[in-house]
């Protein structure tokens, strides 16, 4: 889980009783020494470079990271660097060296959310032009549009309507699943769009089993559902490519 930099500091922010969340290790020092008892975990800070981040990773120890590996990656980084680090990757992280907060225990990271403000990352503010980008908003916008969709998903009435047909898609990906060994992202795309369809549309699209499914009629009547995912997978690539730096583009072509 990615901490942006306001919530980092506010998740190794110290102080008495309960409002100490995940202390780093010079408060750790500090603590020890008072007798204070310490909890959670300790922030590991992996080498980084000006302008590279910590994507050399003869220098770093960071595994490589390639979005083929993307899984793969982040559990070796757990493994390797234990369950809050702070690393570098320019474009995405702060400042000249890129540094990103990760947090991989999700009881630690429930106590990082509860610390937030109101609105994501603490950002309130506006640029003083009207603008509406629903959940990609900031502040007051993404606020409205976020309890708007909250009510009709979270609420225990309207959930005991949609979590059946949920349950019966991602069994019906699960029946298949050794069948998309070959490629389990895909095999993830396919399922979340089965599941997300089923909440959204109260409909079973099952592109999940049809797209390895060897029987004609079959592909022939889920075609559109295939293409549409198919498509929808190709326009993040393409976006997230888009919104990458050059440098970010060098390293990846140098650096892998």
């Not at 919530?7 to 202390?23: F, Y």
């Not at 007798?35 to 959670?40: A, I, L």
């Not at 992202?185 to 396919?190: A, L, P, Q, S, V």
Request: net charge positive; with cysteine.
């Amino acid at each position: 889980m990615m901490l942006s930099r306001s919530t980092a500091k506010a998740a190794i922010g110290h102080g008495g009783g309960k409002s100490r969340l995940i202390p780093t290790t010079s408060t750790i020092h500090r603590l020890k020494s008072s007798g204070c008892p310490v909890t959670g975990p300790i922030l590991k800070k992996i080498p980084t470079l000006s302008f590279v981040g910590s994507m050399i990773p003869k220098h770093s120890g960071l595994p490589v990271l390639q979005m083929s590996r993307q899984y793969k990656f982040n559990s070796e980084l757990r493994q390797k660097f234990g369950e809050f680090i702070r690393f570098g990757i320019p474009g995405f992280g702060v400042g000249l060296h890129g540094h990103m907060y990760t947090i991989f225990d999700p009881n630690e990271m429930a106590k990082v959310v509860r610390s937030e403000s109101a609105y994501p990352s603490d950002s309130s503010s506006s640029d003083g032009e009207s603008h509406d980008y629903g959940l990609f908003d900031k502040g007051e916008g993404w606020k409205r549009h976020r309890t708007f969709l909250q009510t009709g998903m979270l609420d225990p009435v309207a959930a005991r309507g949609f979590l059946p047909g949920i349950v019966l898609a991602a069994e019906s990906a699960s029946s298949v699943a050794s069948l998309h060994s070959h490629n389990v992202n895909e095999y993830m795309n396919y399922t979340a769009f089965d599941m997300f369809c089923s909440f959204m549309f109260g409909k079973q699209m099952n592109t999940t089993s049809t797209s390895v499914s060897t029987d004609p009629t079959v592909k022939g009547e889920n075609k559109e559902n295939e293409q549409f995912v198919t498509a929808a997978l190709g326009v993040f690539e393409k976006t997230n490519a888009m919104n990458l730096f050059p440098l970010e583009f060098l390293m990846a072509k140098f650096f892998p």
